[in-house]
């Protein structure tokens, strides 16, 4: 897309972000797990798919999450993520978040350049990685969330990346606004033609042609879905987490 003076300030971070990635082997990664539901028709399955292992993203602690939601064993998981020496305690509870927080940032941005296989949990770790490492894709202010999708197309607990999201039900795609869009590397390595190859996707038709609306990929994120937010960063705080 031409980044010319009509441009609004979302297309033109769709663009900056697309070319970021494409200089990236996220283009190329294979999958830890290709959905034969995804996949296009014209792409081998089998080319896409890897063994499983070798970059593993640290448990968070997902935003909404309770001190009192969670079990010994996992306190002493978190703990350890955290490197607390310890179980996480209520008085060290908000320590952890942020510890984990960052850390989870700072597995994005050492993996991203170089990224060879992935499930999409890792996928949507790297772009944000990348978003932190490159803050003048975005610019200042913008929000961006990790989401997962469960029971969707072809499996559960997908994991992606929202920008720019209106504040709103998280579970009503058409309340997303007119300034988000959507970064799904793992979905569009199971496509073959534009858009779908594209990582990234607009969260609205907008004005034609459009080379980011991809209707496929918006059916794949709102129809049988149940969103939920698992991070939220500002592009602001994404850039001092995770050095």
């Known amino acids: 897309m031409s980044q010319s003076t009509h441009a609004t300030p979302k297309q033109i971070r ?53 001190f009192s939601d969670l079990k010994p064993t ?20 908000d ?17 991203y350049r170089e990224l060879a296989n992935a499930n999409c949990t890792l996928f949507a770790c790297c772009v944000i990685g990348m978003l932190a490492a490159q803050p003048k894709l975005l610019g200042s202010g913008v929000k961006v969330e990790l989401l997962n999708l469960l029971d969707t197309t072809g499996g559960g607990g997908h994991a992606y990346v929202v920008v720019g999201r209106a504040e709103g039900d998280v579970g009503d795609i058409e309340t997303y606004g007119p300034d988000c ?29 459009n080379p980011f609306w991809d ?20 592009s602001d705080e994404l850039s001092k987490l995770g050095l």
């Open 181 to 209: 869009f959507f970064i799904d590397q793992w979905y569009a390595r199971h496509k073959s033609g534009t858009p779908g190859v594209q990582g990234v996707k607009d969260a609205i038709p907008g004005e034609s042609p």
């Open 215 to 234: 209707p496929g990929f918006h059916t794949f994120v709102s129809e049988g879905t149940s969103p939920a937010v698992k991070l939220t960063f500002t």
């Open 95 to 111: 320590e952890a978040r942020q510890k984990i927080k960052s850390k989870y940032v700072a597995t994005g941005r050492a993996n």
């Open 14 to 66: 769709m663009a900056a972000v697309q070319a970021a990635i494409a200089k990236t082997k996220m283009t190329t990664a294979k999958l830890w797990n290709p959905w034969p539901d995804v996949v296009d028709d014209t792409v081998d399955i089998k080319t896409l798919k890897a063994v499983a292992g070798g970059g593993n993203v640290p448990e968070i602690i997902p935003d909404g999450r309770r």
């Open 74 to 93: 996992h306190l002493t998981t978190l703990g350890t993520e955290a490197g607390l020496g310890g179980p996480v305690t209520q008085g060290t509870f």
